[in-house]
């Protein structure tokens, strides 16, 4: 459970929040996040795709993106389907490949 994350319902000044690969600085993507627990340990191979981060690119710990090592799996904690940028765009199209 975490606490002080926005959740769905809540009044929210901003709709979304950042999020990037814990090696690409650069790489930030807005994503539209509302729940109130996050992957604490990671299940047999799972890998971290995604972590939420600050306007200045600090990770924050909380997993916001999971993908399988070996198989086609990814997991998100935001509705991209409700957002559709071309980031969400491509992570829906790779799931349906």
């Not at 993908?67 to 904690?77: D, E, F, M, Y």
């Amino acid at each position: 459970h975490i606490h002080g994350h926005p959740e769905n319902g809540e009044d929210r000044e901003e709709l979304t929040h950042n999020v990037r690969p814990q090696n690409d600085k650069k790489a930030m993507f807005g994503v539209n996040s509302m729940h109130h627990q996050a992957i604490e340990k990671l299940g047999e191979g799972l890998e971290v795709l995604l972590e939420e981060c600050s306007d200045k690119g600090k990770l924050t710990g909380i997993i916001e993106a999971i993908k399988h090592s070996t198989l086609p799996i990814i997991g998100v904690q935001w509705h991209p389907e409700e957002i559709m940028d071309d980031f969400s765009i491509n992570a829906i199209n790779s799931l349906l490949k």
